[in-house]
């Protein structure tokens, strides 16, 4: 059972235009939801989140938008860079038993900026 | 600042082996969380320490186990390796308070095992 959907395997967008990563997540327990980009032989980095009460978060070209009524989270890249060319995961956060936080992952999305 | 690092980088063993890996924190950090990343799939979620205690685990069997130590550091161990094991196997760090960690996550390079 795939809590956290990442339909995309792939994107290709030319350098300077908006790439646009899409994310589906089945669990409304998730309070917290994250972006991490990946280079290869590298461990995931920390882009950018949002709280399950805001539907939008900005961080210089970075924006993530959350529609909690259709459960779906999308990153917004403006303008894409040849070195935003990385692996991009979602991630759901929440509370397990026991306290923990954990984190769900989407299985990834490969984005090509194109110069 | 020192971020998460994690030893050794590769590691080869056979099935029925028993292995262990290691992960310090970022600085300022106090829980640890391990995950493992199959090929082309996403992390998964095994198990979280706080204050060297396990305090949530995911769907991974009893011969995956743990450790944190006073630094806040961890082992990751498993036994009897089987083929399916392989994977790459990231730690994450983050702060945590009155119990609870953060939500935000902190991952170190990862260990790549490759079970044979």
């Known amino acids: 059972d795939q809590q956290v959907k990442q339909n995309s395997p792939s994107l290709s967008v030319q350098e300077g235009r908006i790439s646009i990563l899409n994310c589906d997540y089945t669990n409304s327990m998730f309070d917290y939801f994250l972006w991490y980009k990946k280079y290869p032989a590298e461990g995931p980095t920390f882009l950018i989140s949002?709280?399950?009460?805001?539907d939008k978060n900005e961080d210089g070209r970075f924006t993530v938008f959350l529609n909690k009524s259709a459960k779906h989270l999308s990153l917004h890249i403006v303008p894409s860079q040849p070195g935003d060319s990385a692996v991009y995961f979602c991630?759901?956060?929440?509370?397990?038993?026991?306290?923990?936080?954990?984190?769900?992952f989407g299985s990834g999305t490969q984005l090509t900026v194109l110069p | 600042e020192t971020g998460v690092t994690q030893s050794p980088t590769h590691l080869i063993k056979t099935r029925g082996q028993q292995v262990t890996l290691r992960c310090s924190s970022q600085s300022g950090h106090n829980t640890v969380s391990w995950y493992q990343q199959a090929l082309g799939q996403g992390p998964q979620f095994i198990f979280q320490?706080?204050?060297?205690?396990?305090?949530g685990r995911g769907n991974f069997p009893p011969r995956f186990s743990g450790l944190q130590f006073p630094n806040y550091s961890s082992e990751l161990n498993v036994n009897a390796l089987e083929l399916d094991d392989s994977a790459l196997y990231l730690c994450a760090s983050s702060r945590g308070t009155l119990g609870l960690a953060s939500y935000e996550q902190y991952f170190g390079p990862g260990t790549r095992l490759t079970v044979t």
């Open positions: 949002i709280s399950s009460i805001k």
């Open positions: 320490y706080y204050r060297e205690e396990e305090n």
């Open positions: 991630a759901a956060s929440l509370i397990s038993s026991g306290s923990a936080r954990q984190l769900t």
